[in-house]
């Protein structure tokens, strides 16, 4: 049984430039949410995803986009990448209605250089 | 303005005793708390969770404990082993509002 999956593992990029990162959730889990880990900090949430549907919005700037397939699978974009976007960003999915926790993939490390 | 804090940021304990982490919260609010390990290189990892009706949940070798009236929980791992050595996370939300409210996390040590 396939837990979350997150792709690429790391990447590297320049100030400006713009980042799609992507999530698999585990098998059965229909919902899937992005945290931002900054260095020494708790992740925090950004966004989470439900029927294709951005349901619910941390405090990030209008950069921070996301989108989810048919599949369940989604996807986090990040347009011009400021030095302050460096951070450890985790997919976590779950199973709306159910009072049960949300899974954490193992992340991709993003480095703007 | 950080609603869930973990103020120890470190902390060592000797193999086979017991280890409690602290957490404190600032929301009346959060109805649902979580804690979360995590290794270096990996995403967190579920341990155990505890709903506001509740005061104590055990799984295992973790307990949580919750005091809603002093906004404070705790996780207690007894015995500790080595392989207990990670970050921990503590986290709070508000059931239906699907978003995790995470701590700074407390690094343990489990000396053998």
């Known amino acids: 049984d396939a837990g979350v999956t997150q792709s690429p593992t790391h990447l590297i990029k320049t100030r400006g430039q713009q980042v799609t990162l992507r999530c698999s959730p585990k098998s059965g889990h229909d919902t899937v949410s992005w945290y931002q880990q900054a260095l020494g900090q708790g992740p925090q949430f950004i966004f989470q995803y439900y029927e294709e549907e951005e349901r619910q919005r941390g405090n990030f700037p209008d950069r921070f986009s996301g989108h989810q397939f048919p599949n369940y699978s989604s996807e986090l974009n990040v347009n011009a990448l400021l030095l302050g976007d460096s951070a450890l960003y985790l997919c976590a999915s779950s199973s709306m209605g159910q009072s049960q926790p949300q899974h954490f993939g193992d992340g991709t490390r993003l480095s703007i250089l | ?112």
């Open chain 2, 1 to 112: 303005d950080q609603q869930v804090k973990q103020n120890s940021p470190s902390l060592s304990v000797q193999e086979g005793r017991i280890s409690i982490l602290n957490c404190d919260y600032t929301n009346s609010m959060f109805d649902y708390f979580l804690w979360y390990k995590k290794y270096p290189a990996e995403g967190p990892t579920f341990l155990i969770s505890i709903s506001s009706i509740k005061d104590k949940n055990e799984d295992g070798r973790f307990t949580v404990f919750l005091n809603k009236s002093a906004k404070h929980l705790s996780l207690h791992i007894v015995p500790s082993q080595p392989g207990d050595s990670a970050v921990y996370f503590c986290a709070a939300s508000v059931v239906g509002t699907y978003k995790y409210i995470f701590g700074t996390g407390t690094r343990l040590k489990v000396l053998a």
